[in-house]
């Protein structure tokens, strides 16, 4: 997707060979018109797939999860890091290792918001190892709902999510495919390394 790319290459952040700051436009700050046409793709992307909800993971899935799930017409639903008191014990959870923070959570959604027989298109903002978007299936199967597919804003194809997630047997589309961040240079898949900072 090109306006991402360019958002990409023009507002990112090499932090290290395996980390890309992004917080001008999805991370922390939003740019709601990028945000409204990753929604739309990703509803592209998906809209011969039957989807019924749309479940993602807070912060950062929530933006363009909302999008997609307005496009498509269906409910949203975030997963939560952290329990708050007024969830009640019905919950669906998983263990969740995250890259950035380096420490397990524990991920829960509510059992009332995830049915069985559903069919859920996951959302995430990144990909790096898979084990956000693994534990979101993870889910998903606990409520005997099917994973019709996993939409990532942007995927980190050096590092081994889409290898995890595809050999588990679910379509990943990703909008930007970043084949490295060597030397604070973004190159993505089949295209020209282009400076970034
Ligand atoms: P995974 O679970 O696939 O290993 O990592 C994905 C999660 O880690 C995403 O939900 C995102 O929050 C975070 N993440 C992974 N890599 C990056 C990165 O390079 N930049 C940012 N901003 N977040 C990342």
Redesign the pocket.
Known sequence: MKQLMNAIIEKGFV?SD?????DSFL?HQIDTNLMINIGKEFAQRFKNENITRILT?ET??IAPSFIAANELNVPLVFARKKKSLTMNNDLYTSS?????KQETAEISVSKNFLLPGEKVLII??????????LGLTNIVEQAGAEVAGIGIVIE?SF?N?RHVLEEAGYKVESLARIQSLTDGTVTFLTEQPILSN
Request: charged share 15%; hydrophobic share 45%.
């Open positions: 932090i395996g980390v890309l700051k992004v991370n993971i950062s899935g969740v290792y995250s890259f950035t995430d903002d990144f990909l790096a190892n898979g084990q956000a978007a980190k590092q999510g």
